[in-house]
Each structure stands twice: as C-alpha cells, then as structure tokens.
Nanobody, 111 residues
Framework: QVQLVESGGGLVQAGGSLRLSCAAS????????VSWYRQAPGKQREWVAT???????KYANSVKGRFTISRDNTKNTVYLQMNSLKPEDTAVYYC?????WGRGTQVTVSS
C-alpha cells in the first residue's frame, strides 16, 4: 500500500519560510495530480495548492504568490515552499494524491 509521509514543518516567525516535503513509497506522484491541504485548529481542512501531471499549478487565493508546489519524480517527493509566512498560515499541512492522505506536519507561525 502506498504511504505518504509529510515533513518539514516547525515553528517559524512571521515573514519566515519553510519547505514541506511529502514523500511517497512509490512513484505515484508522476502520474497523478497531487495537492496540499491544511487544517487550522477549530477549522475545516482547506485546499492550498495543486500540481497536475503536466506541471500546471493552482493556488488558493490566501497563499498565491507566497507558496510554490513542486515535484521531484526521481525522489518520489512533492514539495511546498512557503515564503512570507503569516500567523494565519498556522495549521497541520497534508498532502493528498488520489484518495490517499499523509498524516500531516505541523506548521506554526508566531507573530
């Protein structure tokens, strides 16, 4: 069974950067659309970004211009580069491909 493992979260000051990684146990990312989602405390999980197999990207308005989703097929890994972080970006971040979800990685942005 394919497993997704997110990493790279942590505590960062507002204005800082983090790069999240989502590693898959197989090459599932190369042939499928992959997305990042996040869930803040007390809120519903929300979509953040999507990367298509053709390399097209889409972003939620709240992160557009600050976050970048990318993929390294040789490493079976998808990334989310997050710049100019804001306290409202604090959440658990999850990657998703097909119906598979990782367990998430916590991002905390202090003001």
């Amino acid at each position: 069974q394919v497993q997704l493992v997110e990493s790279g979260g942590g505590l960062v000051q507002a204005g800082g950067s983090l790069r999240l990684s989502c590693a898959a146990s197989t090459g599932i990312f190369s042939d499928n659309v992959v997305s990042w989602y996040r869930q803040a405390p007390g809120k519903q999980r929300e979509w953040v970004a999507t990367l298509t197999t053709g390399g097209n990207t889409k972003y939620a308005n709240s992160v557009k211009g600050r976050f970048t989703i990318s993929r390294d097929n040789t490493k079976n890994t998808v990334y989310l580069q997050m710049n100019s972080l804001k306290p409202e970006d604090t959440a658990v971040y999850y990657c998703k491909v097909l119906l598979l979800w990782g367990r998430g990685t916590q991002v905390t942005v202090s003001s």
